[in-house]
């Protein structure tokens, strides 16, 4: 990766601190204008003038809107970024705010996730880097590369889902043979991310493997979208096929639900019972 | 001005202010301020928190069962250790066994947690101010080869490993696009290593890079990501199946527990072989700089950690209680229920406690926030353009806790002391030997009173217990497999899963042996509901600002005295915050489990 870039800024990384560090950003600016990238961690901040994220004794977004000024693009790199994440959950009390509710002239994907995945992140810029342009985003900003599919789409317990086999509480019997999480209240399908393709750190496993229901974690106010426990309501009625991408369906509504159980489940349901003797 | 902190340290603010804003190679934002005297040698310091979140406020009414994802999200280097904490305060309150299983796969986890975090913080975000890597262009690599041979059984130690990596810097440096070693104070003569030296610390920097990536894989077998795994009240939600049907599809079975097996052995080698010999070798080079110690030469604290047998606090493998004055003979117990013990003021911190409460301290179960950001009448700048804070009125979004109103240190060398004094064998052992091969490698006799309560001190306990959390986690994963083989694949207690078996009102406490040091959350249930949370975590221990007695913090005492080489370039400041492992990030959240609305916030 760092073959390929040169990363100049990194709070968390650089050697240099202080004025040294500021100092950088400012020669990045100068020498590579209207040509380096921006990624954007975090989001500012914008009650109390600001002075809820001070960076040099500055308000973060008076860097943020410094450092936007000459990129050529900006990436807002995971959900608070891209969204406002945990800090702009109901109340946000600091009204922390989304990259592109302060930056309105440049070019800004977001790539949300509480965080993105590695290799999605490194996906993306390597794409950038390599192809020259900006990745195909859907009407939310988001690379379709990445996020044109919902977890549920193409999660591995799917066939659960439709055969109507769910953990019912967690450690039952189903939990242990690897049943759909939809009714422990899976936000898998209405999450878009690569979640269940790319899965995490190498692909290794990823949380509805690791028997955690989604939590939705890369979608606009998941926080403020009820527990996680609480079942998914598809108050469209139109089903959770794979039919339709992000786009085309738009969100499906994340609403709360106490006993019902969605169409699509329901008919799977049915077409269990038509075939006894498959399920328990 | 010469002013004698009750605590002990004198404060002198007459000489010339140097300011350090961003400091860098830390997770969240903080701002460090000193005074220097005509030598060099900072006579006062101030530490700013300049971030806050809010998370606590957020958290109320909410679903205690969500908590844990929430208070995860303060931090993204210590991913987990708060989701542990929630989940612990939680059953805590509504007096939910988890278990065993569970309890020992959650052990692992927090070590692992523990190991990265500290190897991480050594080789990526503490070893630049130890270590110079343009000066390992310098170094031949049979020197680096005959050293590493030295000081470990390490597996890739030929000088051939060692050019191919100094063949890499050196096409790194030559681009001209230095990247993250930008700027970096490369001929500052406080750099003491031979370039030997640099040249292998910059190949384990890679070296670790590497390793921290499969080290995490554990998190993602058991919580499905790293960062930030998934947790749950009443155990894990990894399900165990052997041999059953659909095994395969499980979240635990063979194959999942020899991948754990794997990297928990493959960690164990690297702190091992590369690490704590490593933080020894490169300390020896450091010799004669003994500075930095501050509070933890007198007062540490830690709630302990580690149970040995489940339930059973007092076999903490890393017991806490609190030590004070340096005087190792007396431990006294520490109970975070207690109103008067753990307390947090804001005399000198951005909030209020309401009209004439400014010097009063409030138990977190008590406590009350309420944002209040102003500069004193001494600081320099204006509101949103400062440039020097006024230390004597508020200067951080940081609280500052005490324990029965005393200032304490906690992180790894807390810990470590407090488990010396207690006499803990395997560390009683590990920091014996330890200081054997310093001494040895440096020609000096150096006691643990004397080496510990120093920068280097505090590196190398941190690498210490990042080693000895590599042995428990072994034994953790023996234990994890031995249970399984008695028949118990249970993995979560789901009788109180539904709130309304819950009482209408509880509260609770959960303590974690964080990375940084001891972490607590405060918790009240009311209708199935938070009513109040509170973090009080470990850098605002450390990093919080000083009380209504004039008492100073951790980051402020260990950075007086200290002689600066050139005080432009911040090297020693960075140095010893560096061995704290700040994190700003979870420090500046601590916010209200009084009730009362925010007064100046706006809501959306």
């Given at each position: 990766m760092l073959s390929m870039i040169s990363l100049d800024y990194d709070d968390t990384l650089m050697a240099s601190a202080g004025h040294q560090a500021?100092?950088?950003?400012?020669?990045?600016?100068?020498?590579?204008?209207?040509?380096?990238?921006?990624?954007?961690?975090?989001?500012?901040?914008?009650?109390?003038?600001?002075?809820?994220?001070?960076?040099?004794?500055?308000?973060f977004v008076d860097q943020l809107k410094k450092v936007a000024k000459d990129a050529k693009a900006i990436i807002s790199w995971g959900s608070c970024a891209s969204y406002g994440c945990v800090q702009a959950a109901r109340p946000n009390p600091t009204r922390a705010t989304p990259v592109h509710e302060v930056i309105f002239d440049k070019p800004i994907i977001k790539v949300p996730g509480c965080p993105p995945i590695a290799e999605v992140m490194t996906g993306v810029i390597t794409y950038m880097l390599t192809f020259d342009r900006i990745p195909e985003l859907d009407r939310q900003g988001r690379p379709k590369m990445f996020y044109s599919q919902r977890i549920h789409d193409k999660c591995y317990r799917r066939p659960h889902f439709d055969a109507g086999q769910y953990v019912e509480k967690f450690d039952d019997e189903g939990a242990r043979k690897g049943y759909c999480l939809y009714k422990m209240g899976c936000k898998g399908p209405t999450t878009y991310n690569a979640c269940s393709t790319v899965r995490w750190n190498d692909g290794v496993s990823f949380p509805i493997q690791a028997g955690h229901g989604c939590i939705g974690c890369s979608e606009d106010g998941f926080w403020d979208k009820g527990s996680w426990y609480a079942r998914l309501a598809d108050i469209n009625g139109k089903g959770f096929g794979v039919e339709a991408n992000a786009d085309q369906i738009g969100l499906a509504a994340a609403g709360v639900v106490g006993g019902a159980v969605a169409l699509h489940a329901a008919v799977s349901a049915l077409k269990r019972a038509q075939h006894k003797g498959d399920a328990k | 001005?010469?002013?004698?902190?009750?605590?002990?340290?004198?404060?002198?603010?007459?000489?010339?202010?140097?300011?350090?804003?961003?400091?860098?190679?830390?997770?969240?934002?903080?701002?460090?301020?000193?005074?220097?005297?005509?030598?060099?040698?900072?006579?006062?310091?101030?530490?700013?928190?300049?971030?806050?979140?809010?998370?606590?406020?957020?958290?109320?009414?909410?679903?205690?069962?969500?908590?844990?994802?929430?208070?995860?999200?303060i931090c993204g280097v210590c991913t987990g250790c708060h989701a542990l904490t929630s989940v612990r305060a939680v059953e805590d309150a509504l007096q939910i066994k988890i278990p065993n299983n569970a309890f020992l796969i959650r052990e692992i986890m927090a070590k692992v947690l523990q190991w990265h975090d500290h190897v991480v913080h050594f080789y990526h975000l503490h070893a630049l101010d130890w270590v110079n890597p343009v000066n390992a262009l310098?170094?031949?690599?049979?020197?680096?080869?005959?050293?590493?041979?030295?000081?470990?059984?390490?597996?890739?130690?030929?000088?051939g490993y060692f050019r191919d990596v100094q063949n890499r810097l050196k096409k790194f440096v030559e681009s001209g696009q230095l990247g993250i070693f930008k700027n970096g104070y490369w001929d500052n003569p406080a750099y003491l290593l031979p370039p030997e030296a640099d040249l292998l610390a910059v190949t384990h920097y890679l070296e670790a890079l590497d390793f921290q990536r499969e080290i995490v894989k554990v998190h993602t077998i058991f919580g499905g990501k790293n960062p930030h795994p998934n947790y749950m009240v009443g155990g894990v939600p990894c399900a165990i199946n052997m041999e059953g049907d659909m095994s395969a599809g499980a979240p635990l079975n063979m194959e999942r527990l020899n991948f754990v097996k794997l990297k928990l052995q493959e960690a164990f080698e690297f702190s091992k072989n590369v690490y704590v010999p490593d933080v020894i070798a490169i300390a020896s080079y450091y010799k004669g700089w003994l500075y930095g110690?501050?509070?933890?030469?007198?007062?540490?604290?830690?709630?302990?950690?580690?149970?040995?047998?489940?339930?059973?606090?007092?076999?903490?493998?890393?017991?806490?209680?609190?030590?004070?004055?340096?005087?190792?003979?007396?431990?006294?117990?520490?109970?975070?229920?207690?109103?008067?013990?753990?307390?947090?003021?804001?005399t000198h911190s951005w909030y209020t406690y309401g009209a004439g409460k400014n010097d009063v301290g409030l138990h977190p179960w008590d406590g009350v926030t309420e944002p209040n950001y102003q500069l004193g009448p001494a600081a320099k700048g204006t509101k949103t353009n400062i440039e020097a804070v006024d230390e004597a009125a508020k200067y951080s979004w940081i609280k500052a806790p005490r324990w029965k109103g005393n200032a304490c240190e906690v992180g790894p060398l807390a810990r470590y002391t407090l488990a010396y004094a207690h006499g803990v064998d395997y560390v009683k052992g590990q920091v014996d030997e330890a200081l054997g091969r310093f001494n040895t490698l440096a020609g000096t006799n150096l006691t643990p009173k004397q080496a510990l309560p120093t920068t280097i001190g505090r590196t190398l306990a941190r690498a210490l217990e990042a080693h000895y959390c590599a042995e428990m986690m072994l034994t953790d994963f023996n234990n994890l497999i031995a249970n399984i083989k008695a028949g118990?694949?249970?993995?979560?207690?789901?009788?109180?899963w539904d709130p309304s078996t819950w009482p209408k009102e509880a509260k609770g406490v959960g303590t974690v042996a964080a990375p940084r040091g001891g972490l607590g959350h405060w918790i009240k249930i009311k209708d199935g509901r938070?009513?109040?949370y509170q973090c009080v975590v470990p850098t605002t221990w450390n990093g919080g600002p000083r009380d209504p007695k004039g008492?100073?913090?951790?980051?402020?005492?260990?950075?007086?005295?200290?002689?600066?080489?050139?005080?432009?370039?911040?090297?020693?400041?960075?140095?010893?915050?560096?061995?704290f492992d700040p994190c700003l990030a979870c420090s500046t959240h601590v916010l209200a489990p009084g009730g009362e609305e925010l007064a100046r916030v706006t809501v959306r």
């Open positions: 500021e100092a950088i950003l400012d020669e990045v600016m100068t020498k590579y204008k209207g040509n380096y990238i921006l990624a954007v961690e975090g989001n500012p901040p914008l009650n109390e003038d600001g002075m809820y994220c001070i960076i040099g004794g500055k308000p | 001005m010469t002013i004698l902190t009750p605590n002990g340290f004198s404060l002198d603010t007459a000489g010339r202010r140097i300011v350090v804003d961003p400091v860098t190679r830390i997770e969240g934002h903080m701002r460090c301020e000193v005074n220097v005297d005509a030598n060099n040698v900072i006579r006062n310091a101030v530490s700013t928190g300049t971030m806050w979140r809010g998370l606590e406020v957020i958290l109320k009414g909410r679903d205690p069962r969500d908590a844990w994802a929430f208070v995860e999200r310098k170094a031949d690599p049979k020197a680096t080869s005959a050293l590493q041979q030295a000081i470990s059984d390490h597996s890739k130690s030929s000088p110690g501050g509070l933890s030469a007198t007062n540490v604290m830690d709630y302990g950690d580690y149970e040995a047998i489940q339930g059973q606090k007092s076999t903490d493998r890393l017991p806490g209680g609190v030590i004070l004055n340096g005087n190792w003979n007396e431990i006294h117990p520490i109970d975070p229920r207690d109103p008067e013990q753990v307390q947090e003021f804001v118990d694949s249970t993995t979560a207690n789901v009788e109180k938070i009513e109040n008492n100073i913090g951790a980051f402020e005492a260990s950075l007086l005295n200290t002689p600066m080489e050139r005080p432009d370039e911040p090297v020693e400041i960075l140095r010893t915050l560096h061995s």
